[in-house]
């Protein structure tokens, strides 16, 4: 399949932590090329991160690959608190199983962009060692195992 450019819509991502982690809207953009293209086994997007935004919380993986490539603007990454600055070019490899948590923030005035490729794990468990969170294949849960109620749901 050819994807032609601007053939794959930009979405404007809302945050689907729950409440109090909710990192809310426009934060951050994507073009989700492996939606798209029906893409199984792994994700493949092209996403920009807003001046003064971060990505996501600080996170890692059980059972998915990440990789990022930065491809214009400047982003820091942040794993488990040490920040490193990234410019057009940088990439980062998180493996599965690797506790290193991270995510981006965009410390400048400007937009940055990058391209970010990641397993698509049915199985897979997101820890968030900052918060008291998990994302399950059943959905967000406390670390002991306790739902949050999902978007439109009552305690």
Not at 110 to 128: N, S
Request: proline share 6%; net charge negative.
């Amino acid at each position: 399949m050819i994807l032609r450019a601007g053939s794959v819509p930009r979405t404007e991502v809302q945050s689907g932590y729950p409440d109090p982690f909710n990192l809310g809207k426009g934060y951050v953009t994507y073009h989700g090329f492996g939606d798209v293209a029906g893409l199984t086994q792994f994700g493949v997007a092209l996403e920009t991160l807003y001046p003064g935004k971060q990505s996501s919380q600080m996170h890692w993986h059980e059972k998915e690959d990440e990789f990022l490539f930065v491809l214009s603007g400047a982003l820091t990454v942040v794993e488990d608190g040490k920040e490193t600055a990234l410019q057009p070019g940088d990439a980062c490899c998180w493996k599965a199983g690797d506790r290193t948590a991270h995510c981006l923030r965009n410390h400048s005035d400007e937009p940055a962009t990058y391209l970010i490729v990641g397993t698509r794990a049915e199985d897979d468990i997101c820890h968030y060692p900052d918060l008291d969170l998990l994302a399950t294949p059943q959905g967000f849960t406390h670390r002991d195992g306790t739902p949050y109620p999902k978007k439109g749901e009552t305690k």
